[in-house]
């Protein structure tokens, strides 16, 4: 009963900020893994931050945490947020996500977002993007640019994420050429530019001459610069750290779902949700194709035509796994929980997951 | 380009920051000093180089102002050292967290922008020779200033007078203070070079290795320039050995994955340090020979009596 | 101008006393300086970093929470240092402790009684102490340097932890993501007042040991073999005491320690194994253990402190928007501070304005 009380009293109190109080602004906290300045992933993320103040600016104010450990540390740092009064949190690493389950049993009235995780509660909702439907794009471009039939990839750590990565850019490259290979570098770290850079510059000398990564760094970029091959960026547009090199980037681009939310909160419409939204809602945004003759450009803009419009999914059959087993049959496409879990190569890539 | 030399020029860049590092620290620890704040210096030199290169737009006054940003920020711990003799061990740690909070802070607003690298030498026709053209001849100036300094340090140690007696102040500072030795300002001299060289390899990691600048950028190369001083047993040749060994155990590690071993990856990236680790062992087995290098009075600090 | 030392006869007890005092003082002034430069009003800077995080009950709690590890890894360290044995790889101890004590709540989920969680403080002790028995044995088997490898034992079991927890202990209902099963109930330390706040038992963990460790260290035979090798190994030898083993002592001591407050945080304040479970505890001890001058009552002040430090970090983030990288800028200042300011307890300082004198004058 008294529980139910309090979640009434804090639907009130949700309703009367939005309603009465429209000239008190509301507070929006975001919990960021490294710091904004990293060009990858929490750059991107500030991005949105920043977008939201720009356009909501007279009703929101924005507060960040940076560098916050994803052990003991998040959990306080969110509640600090919470405490601080703001009404909407997003934090923006799979690794908060039982940090902002627990504070957000704690502050019911508060409106929390998770980035890339899968637990949701009443005040939870979770959002996550489908960066792999670049890859494809990627994987094709690569194949057609490709002298040497053999791509690197510099992955960071193995998580599902990074795996759909890998297989969506093999499987758009084998759409171009059925016997393109891929060497995969695991870094081990989300961020550390000496070891990207080591990284890069082992695959060239191993005679790949297309560098594509899923880390969040410039180093990869600027070797490849420097060695004269092409590259993609990752997260942002790298292209001031390549003029010549990058072919294309995926940028995560967070600013149109954070202004949506923010707006949900303020006229008193939010509703936990789970959203795994990609070209399509403008979550992943692809950087001009630069560097590469027209026919791949072209190439490359009607994939993208297709995986916006939804008349192509990357993962859809037929495709086999590494192992050489059936995983999708012909014309079966993947569905989100298959998607979201991926943990194993599709055929033709050589490296091998940690089990 | 053939493989092996690409393969060696990447061992070079990974290899020189260690060697330069380790080569300042042998000096510094050589006087009877342990300086572990190699980490914090090289930042410090890391965001010194690359701040004052993106200001003038010259790498090369970068790298100057690297090498004096160490060797002034190893002025603090030669003050608390070796003026106020405090605990060597502490102070070095002291100095890394200082110049990891300080090199953040004074990097904030130049995260995310693309350096200004130190080009390398280009000597027309010697560049081009096969397989080891562009080794000998086409790197960055740095890799050059790392091999005169092994030259330079491994002269100066044991072929001149002022070698002597710094190496006698590391052994017995007392009977070196008796004979007339200025122990507290040597000893400073030492430390103040050990800065600059880890200022110098700092710059190389923001100038060079990755023209950028991102906190933390050393990733822990201190602590391994540290460890190659021991594993040398304060010998220089063995230093610019063990950079290169631990360097190319790096890199190693990488082409296994390229290859597509498929060992854990986890398992190759910890090579490096289990290498280091096994090193060790097998240099400091040998206890006869570790006694004759290792200065006798390391960590040991010296108040003149009156 | 010069500064000369000049040694007291006998240590002197008032700057013993006044020393942190003096350091603390030293600390605000620079941070206010610090304030100042980065264009923040100083006193309002030097409130929400020292004082407002002491204000409510729920950051007490988290400070307890945080101090808790430092507390108990630091305590340990302190026996190590005093012995002149250099433990710079508690943070690997930590993950390894984490690691043996989450065996039995990751691989036997099943078994849940009252005897789960005392067991699996024992084995995180235990792992914390064989981790930390590798760098002592190859001192004092192969007469290796401690420091080193002790510290790439710290990347070796950063790796590990990272292999595991994507490998062999994956939640099998994670969705393929790098983190073990959550604890079963029976599994978790408790929370000590969850009413007010998620401090767990950890703080009291780490109290015990450290009274339990001052009381070694000060009032037992074994204590004074400690000090006396550390103060002089020859000396040491001389009473018959042997260094080998006081290695083998002291760092098994220490890695459990640090084992235990590895444990203690991932059962207490996380619930899980994760890839990540030290924001560098194991580093931040070492400033601790010297702060609290190596005396493990000391150290419980000292933890304090730095946990402080970081919550207060977080506290001006928010409230007026300084840089996190001002807490280790912090961190680092008071630790210069403080052994400066010891110098004083042994040395009288004297400052010369006469041109240089030869080095064979000083003599006289």
Redesign the interface.
């Known amino acids: 009963m008294r529980k139910m009380f309090l979640a009434l009293a804090a639907a009130a109190s949700v309703a009367f900020a939005g309603a009465a109080h429209a000239e008190e602004k509301l507070k929006v906290g975001f919990i960021y893994i490294g710091p904004p300045g990293d060009f990858g992933w929490t750059y991107q993320h500030d991005q949105g931050r920043k977008a939201l103040e720009a356009a909501l600016g007279d009703k929101v104010e924005t507060t960040y945490l940076e560098n916050v450990p994803e052990g003991a540390d998040a959990e306080r740092s969110i509640e600090r947020l919470a405490r601080a009064g703001n009404k909407l949190i997003f934090a923006t690493s799979f690794g908060y996500m039982d940090a902002v389950m627990k504070v957000a049993k704690k502050f019911p009235d508060v409106k929390f977002e998770h980035a890339t995780g899968y637990k949701t509660a009443e005040n939870v909702s979770v959002y996550n993007s489908r960066f792999y439907e670049g890859r494809y794009i990627q994987g094709q471009i690569a194949a057609k640019m490709s002298k040497a039939g053999v791509a690197g990839y510099i992955a960071s750590v193995p998580i599902p994420e990074v795996v759909q990565g890998i297989n969506s850019f093999m499987l758009g490259a084998q759409s171009v050429n059925p016997d393109f290979k891929v060497k995969v570098v695991w870094v081990n770290s989300w961020f550390d530019p000496g070891k990207e850079a080591d990284a890069a510059k082992a695959l060239i000398d191993q005679g790949v001459d297309i560098i594509t990564q899923h880390t969040d760094s410039t180093a990869a970029m600027q070797v490849a610069a420097e060695r004269g091959i092409k590259a993609f960026g990752q997260a942002s547009d790298m292209i001031k750290f390549g003029p010549t090199t990058q072919l294309t980037s995926i940028v995560d681009n967070w600013s149109p779902y954070y202004i949506e939310r923010t707006k949900a909160v303020l006229d008193g419409t939010w509703k936990s949700q789970n959203v795994f939204h990609g070209m399509k809602e403008g979550f992943v945004v692809m950087a001009p194709y630069t560097n590469m003759p027209d026919d791949v450009k072209k190439m490359a803009e009607e994939t993208q035509a297709k995986i916006t419009s939804g008349a192509f999914k990357p993962f859809t059959g037929p495709i086999k796994k590494q192992d050489g087993s059936v995983w999708l049959k012909q014309g079966e496409t993947a569905d989100d929980a298959a998607i979201l879990g991926m943990n194993f190569y599709v055929a033709g890539i050589d490296d091998k997951l940690p089990q | 380009m053939e493989?092996t030399q690409?393969?060696l020029l990447?061992v070079a860049?990974?290899a020189t920051p260690l060697l330069i590092a380790a080569m300042g620290e042998l000096v510094v620890e050589r006087s009877g000093v342990l300086n572990?704040g190699v980490e914090g210096m090289m930042v410090m030199g890391a965001v010194t180089a690359f701040v004052v290169a993106q200001m003038t737009g010259s790498a090369w006054l970068g790298m100057v102002a690297a090498i004096l940003a160490g060797a002034a920020f190893s002025l603090?711990f030669g003050f608390?050292t070796l003026?106020?003799?405090?605990?060597q061990?502490?102070?070095g740690?002291?100095?890394t967290?200082?110049?990891?909070?300080?090199s953040?802070?004074i990097g904030?607003?130049y995260?995310?922008l693309?350096g200004i690298?130190m080009e390398p030498i280009h000597i027309p026709g010697l560049s081009q020779l096969p397989l080891v053209g562009q080794f000998l001849f086409g790197q960055d100036p740095i890799f050059y200033l790392s091999i005169l300094l092994t030259v330079g340090v491994s002269w100066f140690l044991f072929r001149t007078r002022a070698g002597l007696t710094l190496r006698a102040i590391g052994d017995n500072p007392g009977s070196a203070?008796?004979l007339?030795?200025?122990?507290v300002r040597i000893r400073y001299l030492a430390v103040l070079f050990g800065g600059a060289c880890a200022g110098l390899a700092g710059a190389q990691?923001s100038l060079v290795?990755?023209?950028?600048w991102?906190?933390n950028?050393t990733?822990?190369?201190g602590?391994i320039a540290?460890?190659l001083v021991?594993f040398a047993s304060w010998r220089p040749w063995r230093v610019l050995a063990g950079a290169y060994l631990f360097g190319a155990v790096?890199?190693g590690q990488?082409?296994a994955?390229?290859?597509?071993l498929?060992l854990?990856?986890?398992?190759l990236?910890?090579l490096p340090?289990?290498a280091?680790?096994l090193v060790?062992?097998l240099i400091?087995?040998n206890?006869r020979s570790?006694m004759i290098n290792t200065p006798a009075s390391l960590g040991k600090p010296f108040?003149?009596?009156? | 101008m010069r500064i000369e030392l000049v040694r007291r006869p006998q240590h002197s007890v008032l700057f013993s006393a006044l020393s942190p005092l003096i350091a603390l003082a030293l600390t605000l002034v620079a941070g206010a300086i610090l304030f100042a430069l980065m264009g923040k009003p100083p006193l309002h800077g030097l409130y929400v970093y020292f004082v407002e995080p002491l204000t409510e009950v729920w950051s007490l709690h988290e400070l307890m929470v945080k101090a808790a590890p430092l507390i108990l890894i630091a305590a340990g360290l302190a026996l190590c240092f005093r012995s002149n044995n250099w433990n710079i790889g508690a943070e690997g101890q930590f993950i390894a402790g984490a690691i043996a004590g989450s065996i039995l709540p990751v691989m036997f989920p099943d078994f849940q009684s009252w005897a789960v969680l005392p067991l699996m403080l024992l084995m995180g002790m235990a792992g914390g102490a064989a981790y930390a028995g590798i760098p002592a044995f190859l001192k004092v088997r192969f007469n290796t340097n401690e420091i080193l490898t002790s510290l790439m034992l710290v990347y070796v079991a950063q790796y590990f932890l990272d292999w595991i927890v994507r490998g062999p202990w994956r939640n099998p209902q994670g969705y393929n993501f790098p983190e073990t099963r959550q604890f079963n109930d029976s599994a978790i330390l408790p929370e000590i007042w969850s009413a007010s706040g998620r401090a767990h038992w950890g703080i009291v963990l780490a109290l015990v040991a450290a009274v339990v460790l001052w009381f070694v260290l000060s009032r037992t035979m074994k204590g004074f073999e400690v000090r006396v090798l550390g103060a002089s190994p020859r000396a040491g030898r001389f009473a018959g005491f042997s260094a080998g083993k006081m290695t083998f002592f002291v760092f098994l001591v220490s890695g459990a320690c640090a084992g235990l407050a590895g444990i203690a945080e991932v059962s207490g304040a996380i619930g899980q194994l994760r890839p990540s479970i030290s924001p560098g505890y194991g580093f931040t001890a070492i400033i601790v253990a010297f702060l609290g001058r190596l005396n493990p009552l000391g150290i419980v002040a000292a933890g304090f402190v730095l946990a402080l430090s970081y919550l207060g970090g977080e506290a001006a983030q928010v409230a007026i928007g300084i840089s996190e990288k001002s807490a280790r800028i912090f961190q680092g200042m008071i630790l210069f501070f403080v052994l400066a300011s010891d110098t004083l307890i042994h040395y009288r300082i004297r400052l010369i304005f006469s041109p240089k004198a030869k080095p064979a004058q000083e003599k006289s």
Do not use: C, K
Request: avoid cysteine; proline fraction near 5%.
């Open positions: 493989m690409a393969i990447t860049t990974a572990l603090l608390l003026t106020l003799v405090t605990n061990v502490a102070s740690l002291a100095l967290i200082l110049g990891l909070g300080v953040a802070m904030e607003s995260v995310g693309p690298r203070h008796a007339g030795a200025h122990v990691l290795y990755v023209p950028q991102v906190e950028m990733a822990g190369r602590w540290l460890a021991v790096t890199i990488l082409h994955q390229a290859l597509g498929g854990p990856s986890q398992f990236s910890a340090y289990l280091t680790i060790l062992v400091s087995r206890r570790t108040v003149p009596d009156r």
